[in-house]
T-cell receptor, first 113, second 114 residues
Framework: AQSVSQHNHHVILSEAASLELGCNYS??????LFWYVQYPGQHLQLLLK??????LVKGIKGFEAEFIKSKFSFNLRKPSVQWSDTAEYFC???????????FGAGTRLTVKP | EAQVTQNPRYLITVTGKKLTVTCSQN?????MSWYRQDPGLGLRQIYY???????DKGDVPEGYKVSRKEKRNFPLILESPSPNQTSLYFC?????????????FGPGTRLTVL
């Protein structure tokens, strides 16, 4: 079945540590890729997006992600996390030809001060 | 201000009592969708709509109904709620076309079915 996989269920880091969250998808063809963040008690907000062009995309709050087509991956990175980055992070994949939209199960990030 | 609104935000009800969760958007987006969020399962799509009078099932449509009579509104109807429908529900909207898929989410509705 077509799916979006996030490798880490829960990640715990200390402030200033570097972050990389994995995301892989199983679709072929053209896809639009997204990372969303959900702070405790809030709705999902867009962190960054990839439609086409430069595979390295920069988002808000110092986050970036790299699309590697050959690996079907769209990993999220941040060089130095802050306590305020504590949240749940969701990878999402949209296929335009059949309006299919899927989310990963989410990765909970806890940053210790 | 561009926004997606949902009502109610919190609801506790009993098994079998019909309920409707409303969703409204002011961005003129063609695409609207309902998701439920459960721990460890991420977001699962219930129904979506690509335009007025066009709706389709997502991954978990059983026990739910939707309608899209106007472009701005996309209510979610639970005709006979059951405890396994206790969840956090999000409405979301998107444009269609090359940049489709960037979803704008409502604030969520936390539903408890006793």
């Amino acid at each position: 079945a077509q799916s979006v996989s996030q490798h880490n269920h829960h990640v715990i880091l200390s402030e200033a540590a570097s972050l990389e969250l994995g995301c892989n998808y199983s679709y072929g063809g053209t896809v639009n890729l997204f990372w969303y963040v959900q702070y405790p008690g809030q709705h999902l907000q867009l962190l960054l997006k990839y439609f086409s062009g430069d595979p390295l995309v920069k988002g808000i709050k110092g986050f970036e992600a790299e699309f590697i087509k050959s690996k079907f991956s769209f990993n999220l990175r941040k060089p130095s996390v802050q306590w305020s980055d504590t949240a749940e992070y969701f990878c999402a994949v949209a296929r335009g030809n059949n309006n299919d939209m899927r989310f990963g199960a989410g990765t909970r990030l806890t940053v210790k001060p | 201000e561009a926004q997606v609104t949902q009502n109610p935000r919190y609801l506790i009800t009993v098994t079998g009592k019909k309920l409707t969760v409303t969703c409204s958007q002011n961005m003129n987006h063609e695409y609207m969708s309902w998701y439920r969020q459960d721990p460890g399962l991420g977001l699962r799509q219930i129904y979506y709509s690509m335009n007025v009078e066009v709706t389709d099932k997502g991954d978990v449509p059983e026990g739910y109904k939707v309608s899209r009579k106007e472009k701005r509104n996309f209510p979610l109807i639970l005709e006979s709620p059951s405890p396994n429908q206790t969840s956090l529900y999000f409405c979301a909207t998107s444009v269609l076309g090359q940049e489709w898929g960037e979803q704008f989410f409502g604030p969520g509705t936390r539903l408890t079915v006793l």
